[in-house]
């Protein structure tokens, strides 16, 4: 999420608004206004995000604020203000990566899981609610993710229903462990409510049911995970399987792709995924991590295998110069724009346009980055 922190004067709790043009009328309104240069002063603003140190008489607002924050900011982008002076942007318009962060709770305890476990967790059903209402523009694609979104089944319902009112051809993906959806009569109302183009993103790591519940720290996930699964497919939906690769799965690759190929090769499409190391990863470290360099021979037999047999695999967060050639056609530029940077050796690299590059948000980045 792109945030940033500035000074908060008059602002009470948080507000969720819309950015609007600061000589409309909207701008007198609940809405949020960008001030840059004191002459374009709209006297009676409210909710004014400004790189200024000061606000005009009656005006409260965000001061401070850093000017590249600013100067990234559009109308139409909704954001958080909060009164300790932080402003985060919920929605960018005209963007085609945005998420809607649903809650933090979550059904599993992945041991890689990038999330950060704070100890005072949150539901964001109402907020993601809230933003949709905000949106003016009309997205292409969108993400749902958590914590485990489903978390609260009646809420989730809710929040699908929405936006396939609101964009009925947005190509939705939903990131779940998938668990929820071995309850078939709570995936029905699920699909029903969606928009017709969605994808539903699942994690598999492994294709032997303890090996797979050990990485996800909670028992009985594999079983729930592949009824779910199998429960989609049954209602015709789009599935992606992904699959994150660590110190415990990397040897057992290939038996992941056999039993995809051998059990769900209805699915649309499998990715390989190297590892975020931030949240849970970062706490565990020395426990799931791996480099790639080390796994990229196991990866190649994994992806080979799915790919010889028509199904559609690909390798997500891993930079081309780790991989081998035959692996390049199957890496995809799938960082999202804000949490993704390129190091030192990427200047003058021939494959900056098409790589991933690398998480801006890891606390440790792999070894062997090198130009090509
Ligand atoms: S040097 Fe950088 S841009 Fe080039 S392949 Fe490696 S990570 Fe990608």
Request: proline fraction near 4%.
């Amino acid at each position: 999420m792109i945030t940033s922190k500035g000074i908060s004067r008059g602002i009470v709790g948080t507000k969720i608004l819309r950015i609007v043009d600061s000589h409309s009328i909207n701008a007198f309104f609940e809405n949020a206004v960008v001030v840059v240069h004191d002459s374009e002063d709209v006297y009676f603003a409210k909710n004014v995000l400004t790189p200024l140190d000061h606000l005009q008489k009656y005006q409260c607002g965000i001061i401070c604020l850093d000017v590249t924050f600013i100067n990234s900011l559009h109308l139409g982008d909704v954001v958080s203000i909060c009164e300790d002076g932080r402003v985060n942007v919920l929605w960018q318009c005209g963007q085609d990566d945005n998420l809607l962060f649903v809650t933090d709770f979550c059904n599993s305890k992945c041991i890689m899981c990038p999330q950060t476990q704070t100890s005072n967790p949150g539901h964001y059903y109402d907020q993601a609610n809230l933003i949709l209402k905000l949106v003016k523009d009309t997205p292409k694609f969108l993400c749902i993710s958590g914590g485990e979104p489903t978390f609260i089944k009646e809420k989730y319902i809710d929040i699908v229903t929405l936006i396939n009112k609101k964009f009925p051809n947005v190509a939705l993906q939903v990131l779940t462990n998938g668990k929820n959806f071995s309850d078939f009569d709570f995936t029905k109302k699920c699909v029903i409510s969606s928009p017709i183009d969605s994808l539903y993103g699942i994690p598999l790591y492994s294709g032997n049911s303890s090996l797979h519940d050990k990485i996800v720290r909670t028992k009985g996930s594999f079983e729930k995970t592949v009824k779910g699964i199998i429960n989609l497919y049954k209602l015709k939906q789009n599935i992606e399987i992904r699959v994150v690769i660590t110190k415990q799965n990397y040897k057992d690759l290939i038996n992941i792709s056999h039993f995809i190929y051998w059990n769900m090769p209805f699915v649309f499409h499998i990715t390989f995924m190297g590892m975020e190391t931030h949240g849970s990863a970062y706490e565990n470290l020395e426990d799931v991590w791996v480099e790639p360099i080390e796994y990229v021979e196991y990866l190649e037999r994994a992806v080979s295998f799915l790919n010889d047999r028509m199904l559609n695999v690909s390798v997500y967060n891993l930079p081309h110069c780790l991989l081998p050639e035959s692996l390049r056609k199957f890496a995809k530029d799938s960082i999202s724009a804000w949490k993704k940077m390129f190091l030192e050796p990427c200047r003058n690299c021939s494959m900056i346009n098409v790589c991933s590059g690398v998480f801006a948000t890891s606390y440790r980045n792999p070894q062997g980055i090198h130009r090509i």
